[in-house]
């Protein structure tokens, strides 16, 4: 895999590195060869501290790599729950809840269907009644992944 060392850096957590990285002008959205950058991969393994320095220093949370999955989306897949609220509480965290992937599904329906509970249950709090109701390419909502 083609990754950067800001990639590799906040990947694993280490905000010290992510931070003399970007002040060395490292590029924040660079993209490797599966569509992901650095603040997806932060997300996806739960660095917190590294995914705020990445937002702070325009990362985009909006981006979605080759399955057309966001940062919040994996978050919300693999349990990472400070970085759904992080997301979540960004000015377009209302954008973010309602994109899908190419399956179609939004991230409450990964969070459900990866047995995510306690990001599930965040999520019925932040999310509005439409995005209950959206449905996957396989027809399903996020309530049935969730029973």
């Not at 993209?31 to 997806?40: F, I, P, Q, R, S």
Request: proline share 1%; net charge negative.
């Amino acid at each position: 895999d083609k990754e950067t060392s800001l990639m590799h850096a906040s990947s694993q957590g280490d905000a010290r590195l992510t931070e003399l990285l970007l002040d060395a002008g490292c590029h924040v959205n660079f993209v490797n060869e599966h569509g992901d950058t650095a603040l997806l991969l932060a997300a996806r393994n739960g660095h917190t501290d590294c995914l705020s320095l990445l937002v702070e220093r325009n990362g985009n949370p909006s981006h979605a790599n080759h399955q057309e999955e966001t940062a919040l989306m994996h978050s919300s897949k693999y349990g990472q729950l400070e970085c759904v609220q992080l997301l979540l509480g960004l000015s377009n965290g209302d954008e973010l809840i309602r994109q899908k992937n190419k399956s179609g599904a939004t991230s409450i329906h990964l969070a459900a269907d990866n047995g995510q509970e306690h990001v599930v249950l965040f999520l019925c709090k932040r999310v509005p009644l439409d995005v209950f109701l959206m449905r996957a390419n396989s027809g399903k909502s996020c309530l049935h992944y969730a029973a």
